[in-house]
Protein backbone atom coordinates (compact mmCIF):
# COMPACT_ATOMS: atom_id res chain seq x y z
CA UNK A 1 0.00 0.00 0.00
CA UNK A 2 1.16 3.75 -0.51
CA UNK A 3 0.27 7.12 1.16
CA UNK A 4 0.47 10.38 0.10
CA UNK A 5 1.65 13.66 2.01
CA UNK A 6 -1.08 16.41 1.79
CA UNK A 7 0.96 19.12 2.47
CA UNK A 8 -0.43 22.64 2.92
CA UNK A 9 1.03 26.09 3.56
CA UNK A 10 -1.26 29.03 5.49
CA UNK A 11 -1.09 31.47 8.21
CA UNK A 12 -0.63 30.24 11.86
CA UNK A 13 -3.70 31.37 13.33
CA UNK A 14 -5.60 28.68 10.90
CA UNK A 15 -3.05 25.58 11.55
CA UNK A 16 -3.70 24.47 14.13
CA UNK A 17 -7.45 24.21 13.30
CA UNK A 18 -6.68 22.76 10.24
CA UNK A 19 -4.96 20.01 11.29
CA UNK A 20 -7.62 18.55 13.51
CA UNK A 21 -10.10 18.86 11.04
CA UNK A 22 -8.41 16.57 8.46
CA UNK A 23 -8.06 14.66 11.46
CA UNK A 24 -11.48 14.44 12.48
CA UNK A 25 -12.65 13.73 8.72
CA UNK A 26 -9.99 10.73 8.31
CA UNK A 27 -6.63 11.95 7.71
CA UNK A 28 -3.67 9.29 8.91
CA UNK A 29 -2.03 11.26 10.69
CA UNK A 30 -1.20 15.27 11.02
CA UNK A 31 1.77 17.27 11.89
CA UNK A 32 2.19 21.62 11.89
CA UNK A 33 5.87 22.68 11.30
CA UNK A 34 7.19 26.55 10.80
CA UNK A 35 7.46 27.08 6.97
CA UNK A 36 10.30 29.09 7.20
CA UNK A 37 13.80 28.11 8.53
CA UNK A 38 13.69 26.94 12.11
CA UNK A 39 16.39 27.30 14.47
CA UNK A 40 16.78 27.54 18.62
CA UNK A 41 17.34 31.38 19.34
CA UNK A 42 14.61 31.91 16.65
CA UNK A 43 11.91 30.84 19.52
CA UNK A 44 10.81 32.66 22.88
CA UNK A 45 12.61 30.34 25.75
CA UNK A 46 11.24 29.62 28.73
CA UNK A 47 11.08 32.72 30.96
CA UNK A 48 11.03 34.95 27.93
CA UNK A 49 8.42 37.25 26.53
CA UNK A 50 6.30 35.27 23.84
CA UNK A 51 7.16 32.09 25.66
CA UNK A 52 3.85 31.75 27.03
CA UNK A 53 2.38 31.38 23.91
CA UNK A 54 2.19 28.54 21.92
CA UNK A 55 5.88 27.81 19.98
CA UNK A 56 4.04 28.30 16.27
CA UNK A 57 2.62 31.49 17.23
CA UNK A 58 5.78 32.85 16.63
CA UNK A 59 6.46 31.65 13.32
CA UNK A 60 5.07 33.77 9.76
CA UNK A 61 3.65 31.20 8.27
CA UNK A 62 3.08 27.23 8.78
CA UNK A 63 2.66 24.17 7.34
CA UNK A 64 0.55 21.62 7.95
CA UNK A 65 1.51 17.93 6.69
CA UNK A 66 -1.55 15.21 6.52
CA UNK A 67 -0.76 11.86 6.06
CA UNK A 68 -3.32 9.80 3.59
CA UNK A 69 -4.43 6.85 2.73
CA UNK A 70 -4.51 5.20 -1.19
CA UNK A 71 -7.73 5.60 -1.35
CA UNK A 72 -8.43 9.25 -0.04
CA UNK A 73 -8.91 11.81 -2.29
CA UNK A 74 -6.56 14.56 -1.01
CA UNK A 75 -8.76 18.06 -2.89
CA UNK A 76 -12.02 16.86 -1.40
CA UNK A 77 -10.66 16.28 1.93
CA UNK A 78 -9.03 19.66 1.95
CA UNK A 79 -12.41 21.13 0.98
CA UNK A 80 -14.07 19.59 3.73
CA UNK A 81 -11.93 20.92 6.14
CA UNK A 82 -11.87 24.45 4.71
CA UNK A 83 -15.54 23.89 4.61
CA UNK A 84 -15.69 22.77 8.72
CA UNK A 85 -13.81 26.24 9.13
CA UNK A 86 -15.27 28.60 7.08
CA UNK A 87 -11.99 29.21 4.84
CA UNK A 88 -12.42 30.77 1.57
CA UNK A 89 -11.20 29.49 -0.88
CA UNK A 90 -9.74 26.63 -0.22
CA UNK A 91 -5.66 27.03 0.57
CA UNK A 92 -3.67 25.22 -2.38
CA UNK A 93 -1.95 21.92 -1.50
CA UNK A 94 0.81 19.72 -2.93
CA UNK A 95 1.42 15.99 -2.65
CA UNK A 96 4.42 13.65 -2.09
CA UNK A 97 4.17 10.15 -2.89
CA UNK A 98 5.07 7.47 0.18
CA UNK A 99 5.61 4.22 -0.53
CA UNK A 100 5.19 1.48 2.31
CA UNK A 101 8.24 0.92 4.34
CA UNK A 102 8.98 -0.80 7.40
CA UNK A 103 8.30 2.38 9.88
CA UNK A 104 10.14 0.95 12.68
CA UNK A 105 13.67 0.24 10.60
CA UNK A 106 12.98 3.55 8.55
CA UNK A 107 12.85 5.21 12.25
CA UNK A 108 16.07 3.23 13.77
CA UNK A 109 17.74 4.52 10.56
CA UNK A 110 17.81 7.74 11.48
CA UNK A 111 19.51 7.30 14.64
CA UNK A 112 23.20 6.13 14.23
CA UNK A 113 25.85 6.40 16.43
CA UNK A 114 27.15 9.65 17.86
CA UNK A 115 30.60 10.35 18.47
CA UNK A 116 30.79 13.21 21.10
CA UNK A 117 33.91 14.57 22.27
CA UNK A 118 37.47 12.36 22.41
CA UNK A 119 36.09 9.10 23.20
CA UNK A 120 32.51 9.22 23.93
CA UNK A 121 30.27 6.92 21.90
CA UNK A 122 26.02 6.82 22.24
CA UNK A 123 24.88 3.80 20.83
CA UNK A 124 21.34 3.07 20.14
CA UNK A 125 20.80 -0.36 20.96
CA UNK A 126 20.49 -1.85 17.60
CA UNK A 127 23.83 -0.60 16.78
CA UNK A 128 27.12 -1.77 17.96
CA UNK A 129 29.79 0.20 19.12
CA UNK A 130 32.44 0.66 16.32
CA UNK A 131 35.59 -1.56 16.08
CA UNK A 132 37.67 1.28 15.73
CA UNK A 133 37.18 2.47 19.19
CA UNK A 134 38.32 -0.16 21.75
CA UNK A 135 38.91 2.20 24.89
CA UNK A 136 35.54 4.46 23.75
CA UNK A 137 33.23 5.67 26.62
CA UNK A 138 30.10 3.62 25.36
CA UNK A 139 26.69 4.69 26.42
CA UNK A 140 23.68 2.50 25.07
CA UNK A 141 20.80 4.98 24.49
CA UNK A 142 17.81 4.81 22.81
CA UNK A 143 16.00 7.65 21.79
CA UNK A 144 12.94 8.11 23.98
CA UNK A 145 10.55 10.47 26.23
CA UNK A 146 12.84 12.04 28.18
CA UNK A 147 15.10 15.03 26.45
CA UNK A 148 18.85 14.25 26.19
CA UNK A 149 20.54 11.62 23.22
CA UNK A 150 23.06 13.59 23.10
CA UNK A 151 22.47 15.09 19.54
CA UNK A 152 21.28 18.56 20.92
CA UNK A 153 24.16 21.17 21.53
CA UNK A 154 23.49 21.57 24.94
CA UNK A 155 23.55 18.16 25.82
CA UNK A 156 26.86 17.49 23.92
CA UNK A 157 28.76 20.85 25.56
CA UNK A 158 27.90 18.95 28.81
CA UNK A 159 29.01 15.93 27.89
CA UNK A 160 32.66 17.28 26.12
CA UNK A 161 33.11 19.39 29.79
CA UNK A 162 32.49 16.07 31.36
CA UNK A 163 34.82 14.44 29.49
CA UNK A 164 37.37 16.89 30.05
CA UNK A 165 36.87 17.42 33.74
CA UNK A 166 35.80 14.39 35.94
CA UNK A 167 38.01 12.55 38.17
CA UNK A 168 37.91 8.90 39.62
CA UNK A 169 36.20 9.12 42.59
CA UNK A 170 34.55 12.87 42.56
CA UNK A 171 31.02 12.86 43.27
CA UNK A 172 28.31 14.61 40.89
CA UNK A 173 25.09 15.96 40.82
CA UNK A 174 23.04 15.80 37.77
CA UNK A 175 20.19 18.21 38.39
CA UNK A 176 17.43 18.11 35.67
CA UNK A 177 18.87 14.62 34.45
CA UNK A 178 16.11 13.97 31.62
CA UNK A 179 17.19 10.54 30.36
CA UNK A 180 20.15 10.28 32.66
CA UNK A 181 22.97 10.65 29.93
CA UNK A 182 25.21 12.83 31.79
CA UNK A 183 24.74 11.21 34.82
CA UNK A 184 25.63 7.85 33.14
CA UNK A 185 29.04 9.65 31.72
CA UNK A 186 29.89 10.78 35.09
CA UNK A 187 29.51 7.67 36.02
CA UNK A 188 31.43 5.55 33.52
CA UNK A 189 34.44 8.32 33.64
CA UNK A 190 35.04 7.51 37.17
CA UNK A 191 32.80 9.64 39.58
CA UNK A 192 31.36 7.94 43.02
CA UNK A 193 29.09 8.75 43.86
CA UNK A 194 26.38 10.06 41.15
CA UNK A 195 22.90 11.76 42.11
CA UNK A 196 20.44 12.51 39.05
CA UNK A 197 17.41 14.44 40.11
CA UNK A 198 14.76 15.55 37.65
CA UNK A 199 11.07 16.77 38.12
CA UNK A 200 9.17 14.51 35.96
CA UNK A 201 8.74 11.09 37.28
CA UNK A 202 8.99 9.56 33.95
CA UNK A 203 12.20 10.95 33.28
CA UNK A 204 13.53 9.92 36.35
CA UNK A 205 12.08 6.04 35.44
CA UNK A 206 13.93 6.39 32.16
CA UNK A 207 17.15 7.32 33.58
CA UNK A 208 16.65 4.60 35.78
CA UNK A 209 16.40 2.45 32.85
CA UNK A 210 18.92 3.43 31.29
CA UNK A 211 21.57 3.08 33.94
CA UNK A 212 20.63 -0.27 34.38
CA UNK A 213 20.96 -0.82 30.70
CA UNK A 214 24.59 0.48 30.99
CA UNK A 215 25.05 -1.40 34.43
CA UNK A 216 26.11 1.71 36.04
CA UNK A 217 24.74 2.21 39.31
CA UNK A 218 23.24 6.01 39.36
CA UNK A 219 20.96 7.63 42.66
CA UNK A 220 17.87 9.00 41.11
CA UNK A 221 14.69 11.28 42.89
CA UNK A 222 12.54 14.43 42.44
CA UNK A 223 13.63 17.38 44.10
CA UNK A 224 11.42 16.54 47.09
CA UNK A 225 11.65 13.08 47.91
CA UNK A 226 14.79 14.45 49.25
CA UNK A 227 16.79 10.14 49.81
CA UNK A 228 19.59 10.91 47.05
CA UNK A 229 20.63 13.85 47.64
CA UNK A 230 20.26 13.77 51.80
CA UNK A 231 22.74 11.01 50.89
CA UNK A 232 25.55 13.15 49.59
CA UNK A 233 24.43 17.15 50.62
CA UNK A 234 27.70 18.82 48.56
CA UNK A 235 29.29 17.45 45.66
CA UNK A 236 32.85 18.12 44.07
CA UNK A 237 30.42 18.64 40.24
CA UNK A 238 27.19 19.88 39.56
CA UNK A 239 26.07 19.71 36.13
CA UNK A 240 22.63 21.21 34.88
CA UNK A 241 21.67 21.32 31.47
CA UNK A 242 18.32 22.73 31.32
CA UNK A 243 17.32 26.88 30.29
CA UNK A 244 18.59 30.01 31.01
CA UNK A 245 15.28 30.97 33.25
CA UNK A 246 15.10 27.73 35.21
CA UNK A 247 18.68 28.43 36.08
CA UNK A 248 18.77 31.35 37.07
CA UNK A 249 16.15 30.83 39.81
CA UNK A 250 17.59 27.91 40.87
CA UNK A 251 21.40 29.70 41.33
CA UNK A 252 21.36 29.90 45.09
CA UNK A 253 20.13 26.13 45.32
CA UNK A 254 22.82 24.44 43.03
CA UNK A 255 25.65 26.99 43.64
CA UNK A 256 25.10 25.79 47.31
CA UNK A 257 25.60 21.92 46.19
CA UNK A 258 29.33 22.54 45.26
CA UNK A 259 31.61 22.26 47.88
CA UNK A 260 34.24 24.78 48.45
CA UNK A 261 37.04 24.26 45.02
CA UNK A 262 34.13 22.21 43.11
CA UNK A 263 33.08 22.79 39.73
CA UNK A 264 29.50 23.46 38.40
CA UNK A 265 28.86 23.27 34.40
CA UNK A 266 25.47 25.00 33.58
CA UNK A 267 23.70 24.47 29.55
CA UNK A 268 20.50 24.93 28.02
CA UNK A 269 22.09 28.61 27.64
CA UNK A 270 21.41 30.74 24.31
CA UNK A 271 25.06 33.22 23.81
CA UNK A 272 23.00 36.06 24.30
CA UNK A 273 21.82 35.00 27.50
CA UNK A 274 25.03 33.72 28.78
CA UNK A 275 26.54 36.72 30.90
CA UNK A 276 22.58 37.49 32.29
CA UNK A 277 23.07 33.66 33.79
CA UNK A 278 26.88 34.52 35.14
CA UNK A 279 26.22 37.06 36.56
CA UNK A 280 23.43 35.60 38.79
CA UNK A 281 25.74 32.70 39.48
CA UNK A 282 28.79 35.35 40.24
CA UNK A 283 27.65 35.56 44.07
CA UNK A 284 29.34 32.12 44.53
CA UNK A 285 30.93 31.30 41.78
CA UNK A 286 33.71 32.07 39.62
CA UNK A 287 32.31 31.49 36.13
CA UNK A 288 32.32 32.19 32.54
CA UNK A 289 31.76 30.63 29.22
CA UNK A 290 33.69 27.56 28.25
CA UNK A 291 32.84 27.00 25.05
CA UNK A 292 29.67 27.46 22.48
CA UNK A 293 27.98 25.27 19.94
CA UNK A 294 25.45 26.09 17.50
CA UNK A 295 24.71 29.19 19.59
CA UNK A 296 24.71 27.43 22.73
CA UNK A 297 26.65 27.73 25.34
CA UNK A 298 28.25 26.17 28.52
CA UNK A 299 29.13 27.67 31.80
CA UNK A 300 31.41 26.60 34.06
CA UNK A 301 33.33 28.05 37.40
CA UNK A 302 34.48 27.07 40.49
CA UNK A 303 32.96 27.82 44.12
CA UNK A 304 34.29 29.81 46.39
Known sequence: MSYRELIVELECARAEALSDALLALGALSVSVEDADADTPDEQPLFGEPGAEVAPHAAWRRSRVIALLGEQQEPAVLLAAAANELGLEPVPGFTLRNIEEQ????????????????????????????????????VLELDPGLAFGTGSHPTTRLCMEWLEQHVQPGQSVLDYGCGSGILAILAKKCGADPVVGIDIDPQAVESARNNSARNHVHVMYGLPDDGAALRAQEMFDIVVANILSNPLKLMASMLSARVRPGGRIALSGVLARQAQEVAQVYSRWIDIAPWRELEGWVCLTGIRR
Do not use: N
Not at 104 to 124: E, K, L, M, N, S
Open 102 to 137: DWVRVTQAQFDPIPIGQRIWVVPSWHTAPASAPDAL
